[in-house]
């Protein structure tokens, strides 16, 4: 079970550097459980250094992260791996292994994490793939044989595969055309809602953020802006938020 304050991850006064750059600077950051949050902002602000510091695979300089009410640095290694258990992530792209078939992708973390014997990674695999869509068959293809939507969701299935609490989704639209980008949207909704799963998900497209989005955080100046409903952001006063979500794009999106 998740943490009973009903705050999933909480991240306290961050501060992460690559090089000499600060990428955030004291950024704190709720997500609440069975919720979709959206993180948005500028290109540059570290939205996705953000996501992969959640999870552990950039260290920060100082501040806190907790996911499940458990604190990142004070983890011993089982802890970390049974946090990583309970989580799915999909990187931009799918982040499939080329060399490996759908099914072979899907069955890592299963792999990974249990002792299993093949056929029933197979069989579990065949399943996470039918869940997201996708017919039995694509699990002998290899990624390079599958479009850009169906990479996504054979991520999404890799994603799932252990059944996680807790998803993180790197712009998982990006790239597909409108009608699979909503068809993706509206699997999402599905999967949320059946799976009673919270949701962590970067990305710019405005379509996403008002058809999925519970919350709505902001990144700006390093730091987290707001982190709202989409009607307490929008009418945010901030001149990158009102020209993100009321200028020519947003209109198309309303319409």
Not at 94 to 122: C, D, W, Y
Request: charged share 20%; glycine share 10%.
């Amino acid at each position: 079970m998740g943490p009973t304050n009903g705050c999933t991850i909480n991240v306290n006064d961050l501060v992460v550097r690559l090089g000499d750059f600060t990428i955030h600077d004291g950024l704190s950051l709720q997500v609440h459980n069975g919720e979709i949050t959206s993180v948005v902002g500028a290109s540059g602000t570290g939205k996705s250094v953000l996501l992969k510091t959640i999870i552990g695979l950039i260290t920060p300089v100082s501040g806190t992260i907790e996911v499940f009410g458990q604190n990142s640095k004070q983890l011993s290694s089982r802890e970390a791996h049974e946090v990583r258990r309970r989580c799915g992530v999909l990187f931009q792209d799918g982040a499939l292994f080329g060399s490996l078939t759908v099914s072979e992708n899907v069955q890592i973390p299963i792999k990974e994490h249990f002792r299993l014997p093949q056929k029933m990674r197979a069989e579990l695999a065949a399943l996470k793939l039918s869940m997201v869509g996708l017919d039995a068959d694509v699990g002998t293809k290899y990624p390079s044989e599958l479009s850009g939507g169906m990479r996504k969701r054979a991520g999404l299935a890799r994603a799932l595969a252990l059944d996680p609490e807790l998803l993180f989704l790197d712009e998982p639209t990006a790239g597909l055309d409108p009608i699979g980008a909503a068809a993706f949207d509206q699997l999402l909704l599905e999967l949320q809602k059946n799976l009673h799963l919270t949701v962590f998900i970067v990305t710019h497209d405005l379509d996403t953020i008002h058809t999925v989005s519970n919350k709505i955080a902001v990144l700006c100046e390093k730091k987290l802006l707001i982190c709202g409903t989409l009607e307490e952001v929008s009418s945010f006063d901030h001149p990158w938020v009102q020209d993100y979500f009321h200028g020519s794009r947003s209109r198309a999106v309303k319409h």
